[in-house]
């Protein structure tokens, strides 16, 4: 089993070189997350929300971590941000933070087959 503050720290120390980014700080966010360091996620997520406050993935990330800590009202209104944000990318996270907000089933299903219908990216 992984161990969460190794993970943590490796993640980190991957990051540490890149120019701080609004991608990257939204990865160092998640890194923290991970740790267990839940406010040092905070202060990395906001510090991206304020690079890229129209990013839909960046503010899908926030709506991730706001989940993950049982922050539904707050999550709520960052994954519906995300939404009515443009993006060229076809994210799914967007999609999968506001499936699993859904009241009910068929909400549910209605963003999961959007999630299904995103091709996956290929990296070259």
């Keep these: ?22 991608y990257v700080v939204s990865a160092e966010a998640v890194c923290l997350f991970m740790g267990g360091n839940l406010m040092g996620a905070n202060d990395k997520i906001e510090d991206a929300i304020a690079q890229a ?10 709506a ?4 993950a800590t ?3 009202d707050r999550a709520r209104a960052a994954v519906e941000k995300a939404l009515s944000l443009e993006s060229s990318n076809n ?3 967007p999609y999968i933070g506001a499936a699993r907000l859904c ?6 299903e ?7 219908r995103i091709p996956n990216k290929r990296w070259k």
């Excluded at 992984?2 to 609004?22: F, G, H, R, T, V």
């Excluded at 991730?64 to 989940?67: D, G, I, W």
């Excluded at 209605?110 to 299904?116: F, N, P, T």
């Design 1 to 22: 089993k992984l161990d969460n503050k190794l993970y943590s720290q490796w993640c980190l120390k991957s990051l540490a070189d890149l120019e701080p980014a609004p």
């Design 53 to 62: 406050p129209k990013d839909q993935l960046v503010n899908s990330v926030y």
């Design 103 to 108: 009241p009910n089933i068929e909400c549910s």
């Design 91 to 93: 994210w799914k996270l």
């Design 64 to 67: 991730s971590l706001l989940l």
């Design 110 to 116: 209605k963003y999961w087959q959007r999630v299904l």
């Design 70 to 72: 049982n922050s539904q």
